[in-house]
C-alpha cells in the first residue's frame, strides 16, 4: 500500500523545521516548487491497495535525488540525512528527526518496483522545473560509456575467480575432487606477475595463462561428472557459465569479461589516456537553447551511433508528451551519426559535406549549431565527475539505466539550483540599494565578498 507523509501535530518538545532553517536558502525555494503531488500520483500504480505503507514516495524520491545531487551511496545519503535538516524539509518532514527513515535496502527495492519507466518519471519531474523546455525544436545529442564498478578484465583473473567458486561448489555438494590444483595456481600466478625479469617473459606469461585455463576446464568438469541430482539443478548454470568464459577467446563476440556482471561491455572511445572502457553505452540528450537534459537511455553492447538516435527520439517524444509538449524538429549530433538524415519527420544535422546544396545562411546556421553541440561534451564530463556516472555501483541492466536517469535528473536539479541562488543574491543586491545607497557602493567593491 502506497505511504503518506502524515503531519505531526504540535507537541512541545520537538523543533519545528521552519524554525531553525533560513526558509530562503535555495534547497527550501526548490523544495517548494518541485510538484510532489504529480510525482506521487504518478507512481500510485506501482503500489497494491491495501497492506501494510510503504516509505512515502516524497521521501524516497527525496532521497534518491539528494544522494544523485551528492554523489553519495545509499548507505552514506541516510546517514547524512539525519544531519541535515534542509534535506529532511525537502523529504517532507515537518519536525527534525533523529532515527533513519528506513533501511538503505529499502532503496533496492524501489528500484526494482519502479524499473526503468519510474525512473523517468523522475526525469521528468526534474524537468519540469524548467518551463518551456519541453517545447524547444533543437536538441543536442551524444553518446558516451557509463563505466561499470569491474576492474580491468585478463583471462588470469577470470580463471582465478572461477576455480575459486567451482572449489566452493564442491564444498556444498561434498565432492571429493581428484586435484584441487591450488598449489599449481600460486606457481602460475607467480610466473605471471613476476616473469618480466626473466628472458623470453611474453612467451612464459602466454604459457602460463594457458596452463591455467587448461587446469580450470579440468576442475570444472571433475565437478561436473561428481555433481548430485539437486546439485546440478542448483549449480549447473553455473558451470554452464563458467565454460563459456573459459573457452572464449580474444577473436570471439559477446566476450564476458566480468563474473559478477556480465553485460558488461567493451567500449573503445578513441581516447589516448584510455583506450578501452567497460562499461555501457548511454545516450544523453539536452535542448539547445537552455541546456537542459530531456533524455538519457542506455544500450545494451555497443551499437553503432546512428542507430542510438531513434531509440532516443522515441524516449524524449515519451517524456516530453507527459508535459504536453512535441517531439523535437531538429537534432543535432557529431560525425559519429552519419548515414541518417531523417527519423520519424525529425531532421538529423552532423558535419560534412552534404550533396544538397545550401545557401551561405544555411550554412552559417549549421555552422553556429554544430559549435554550440560541442557544449553537450562537459555536460557529459559533469554527469561522470559529478553525479555519479563516472563508475557505476548498481548492479545489472537496470542499474546502467536506474544510474544514468537519474544521474540526468540530478544534473537538471543542480542548473535550478544554480539559478535561484543567482536570483536570492541578486534580490539582496537589489534590496540593499534600495535601503541604504551607500550600503551598495560597499557590497559592489573589490574586497567585497558578494563581489
Not at 561491455?265 to 530531456?294: L, M, N, P, Q, W
Not at 537538471?412 to 534580490?427: C, D, G, P, T, Y
Request: proline fraction near 4%; hydrophobic fraction near 35%.
Amino acid at each position: 500500500m502506497l505511504g503518506k507523509i502524515v503531519p505531526d501535530g504540535p507537541e512541545l518538545f520537538r523543533s519545528r523545521l521552519d524554525s531553525i532553517i533560513n526558509m530562503k536558502h535555495e534547497l527550501v525555494l526548490l523544495t517548494n516548487e518541485i510538484d510532489w503531488n504529480w510525482i506521487e500520483e504518478q507512481f500510485k500504480g506501482y503500489f497494491a491497495t491495501d497492506g501494510r505503507p510503504s516509505v512515502p514516495v516524497r521521501k524516497m524520491v527525496g532521497l534518491l535525488l539528494l544522494k544523485q545531487l551528492f554523489n553519495e551511496s545509499d548507505e552514506s545519503v541516510i546517514e547524512l540525512w539525519i544531519e541535515n535538516p534542509y534535506w529532511q524539509y525537502l523529504c517532507g518532514e515537518t519536525y527534525f528527526q533523529h532515527k533513519k527513515p528506513f533501511d538503505p535496502s529499502d532503496f533496492v527495492l524501489f528500484r526494482r518496483r519502479v524499473g526503468q519507466a519510474g525512473m523517468e518519471k523522475i526525469l521528468t519531474l526534474s524537468i519540469k522545473l524548467h518551463p518551456g523546455s519541453e517545447k524547444e525544436e533543437i536538441v543536442q545529442m551524444d553518446t558516451t560509456c557509463q563505466e561499470k564498478n569491474i576492474t580491468y578484465p585478463t583471462d588470469q583473473k577470470l580463471c582465478s575467480k572461477i576455480m575459486y567458486w567451482v572449489r566452493r561448489i564442491a564444498d556444498f555438494d561434498d565432492i571429493k575432487l581428484r586435484q584441487s590444483y591450488l598449489k599449481e595456481e600460486k606457481k602460475l600466478e607467480r610466473h605471471l606477475h613476476f616473469s618480466s625479469r626473466k628472458k623470453g617473459a611474453q612467451a612464459l606469461r602466454t604459457r602460463a595463462v594457458k596452463r591455467l585455463k587448461t587446469i580450470t576446464g579440468r576442475l570444472i568438469r571433475d565437478v561436473e561428472r561428481k555433481l548430485s541430482e539437486e546439485g546440478r539443478i542448483q549449480y549447473g548454470p553455473f558451470l554452464e557459465f563458467y565454460t563459456r568464459v573459459c573457452q572464449q577467446s580474444p577473436a570471439d563476440s559477446n566476450k564476458i569479461y566480468s563474473l559478477h556482471e556480465p553485460d558488461v561491455s567493451c567500449i573503445a572511445k578513441g581516447k589516448v589516456h584510455k583506450k578501452y572502457e567497460f562499461g555501457a553505452k548511454i545516450s544523453v540528450s539536452r535542448t539547445a537553447h537552455k541546456g537542459v537534459i530531456v533524455g538519457m537511455l542506455n544500450f545494451q553492447g555497443n551499437p553503432y551511433d546512428g542507430d542510438t538516435i531513434a531509440p532516443s527520439l522515441q524516449q524524449i517524444q515519451r517524456i516530453i508528451a507527459t508535459l504536453g509538449g512535441q517531439k523535437p524538429k531538429t537534432v543535432v549530433y557529431d560525425r559519429g551519426g552519419r548515414g541518417r538524415s531523417t527519423i520519424d519527420g525529425v531532421t538529423i544535422k552532423t558535419p560534412g559535406n552534404t550533396k544538397k546544396p545550401r545557401t551561405d545562411q544555411e550554412r552559417q546556421t549549421d555552422k553556429v549549431l554544430f559549435r554550440k553541440r560541442a557544449g553537450i561534451e562537459p555536460v557529459i564530463g559533469h554527469l561522470k565527475s559529478d553525479y555519479g556516472m563516472g563508475r557505476n555501483f548498481l548492479g545489472g541492466v537496470l542499474g546502467d539505466a536506474v544510474n544514468a536517469l537519474l544521474a540526468g535528473a540530478a544534473f537538471n536539479i543542480k542548473m535550478r539550483l544554480n539559478e535561484l541562488k543567482a536570483l536570492i543574491l541578486f534580490s539582496f543586491r537589489w534590496l540593499s540599494h534600495i535601503i541604504h545607497p551607500k550600503t551598495w557602493s560597499i557590497i559592489h567593491s573589490p574586497y567585497s565578498y558578494y563581489h
